[in-house]
């Protein structure tokens, strides 16, 4: 047996306001078309729902029993759709995103500004992942998306998106400042101490294979967890090492920094959005990811 929403969503009506007529006028329907209804709808599940009177409809005892499960399926109803709707309004909701420091400095933060003074009541939670934590974390649900530095390393149903590029340079503090007065070789450069991501990270393979096209093998003395480790850290004098540029842009003028000119180049990066095609987007996440391949754009 197959009953339709509509004449529950009938009875409800009927149901809760004791009356036909009324129920009609808030259905925006006529009177005998809410009769039938009602009709089909007793028919259909083999018992009467309402004692008519010139008083009005009472509820019979089934239908009484019937109006308690009703009521809370309707009502649980209602709060779905508002939230929905609510939800496509940019009204509600929540965005997460996972983000390595160089994408965070790089593009997510001045696109979350705008987005956060558009559509104020959505809330916003960031994990600050390297990139292969991110692009899990994204597979996992965890997060709607990830904003992270190439090389990511994806396969289907993962999709990757360009967002803008960037170049890393090699940095020293004062201690080490006299190595900026003049180009070098990246092999001339070994005998001193490096800093470098830790080797769970692909930033370390890809400053590994780096240095492998040119005979060399990389071994630093010390390994942070993120990007933004790497400048506090050379600026104490405690090695040098290549740190992104959208980084270098934040760091104050205070001649603590200092750029070593090299011979060999490295290779332009990319921060990307990445995310899990098989998993469709919130109204809130998918009005971010708009806003982040505008501004790429």
């Known amino acids: 047996m197959e009953v339709t929403y509509d004449y529950y969503r009938i009875f409800y009506y009927v149901a809760k306001y004791k009356s036909f007529t009324r129920a009609a006028a808030i259905l925006m329907n006529n009177q005998p078309n809410i009769t039938r209804s009602i009709k089909i709808l007793e028919k259909q599940l ?64 001045d696109i979350l500004k705008d987005f956060r ?62 190595l900026a007065e003049k180009k070098h070789h990246l092999s001339s450069l070994q005998k001193y101490p490096f800093v470098s991501l830790a080797r769970d990270t692909l930033t370390y393979d890809y400053h590994t294979e780096f240095f492998l096209q040119h005979g060399l093998v ?9 990007s933004d480790q790497l400048i506090p850290v050379i600026s104490h004098d405690l090695g040098i090492g290549f740190v992104p540029e959208v980084l270098l842009k934040d760091y104050p003028d205070t001649n603590e920094i200092f750029e070593i000119p090299l011979y060999e180049k490295l290779p332009t990066r990319s921060i990307c959005l990445v995310e899990d095609t098989s998993h469709p987007l919130s109204a809130a996440a998918l009005k971010l990811k708009e806003m982040l391949l505008l501004e790429a754009c």
């Open 46 to 109: 083999g018992c009467t729902l309402f004692i008519r009177s010139n008083r009005g409809v009472t509820l019979t005892p089934e239908g009484k029993k019937l109006y308690s499960h009703v009521a809370v399926a309707y009502k649980q109803l209602q709060t779905a759709e508002l939230e929905l709707s609510s939800t496509s309004r940019l009204e509600s909701g929540t965005v997460t995103i996972s983000a390595s420091e160089t994408a965070l400095h790089g593009i997510l933060l």
């Open 117 to 178: 003074n558009e559509y104020p009541k959505i809330n916003i939670h960031i994990f600050n992942h390297h990139t292969l934590q991110a692009t899990q974390s994204v597979k996992s649900g965890l997060a709607d998306f990830a904003v992270i530095t190439s090389p990511a390393k994806i396969r289907k149903p993962f999709k990757e998106t360009k967002l803008m590029e960037y170049c890393e340079h090699l940095i020293c503090s004062k201690k080490y400042s006299a």
């Open 218 to 226: 990389i071994n630093p003395e010390i390994e942070v967890a993120t």
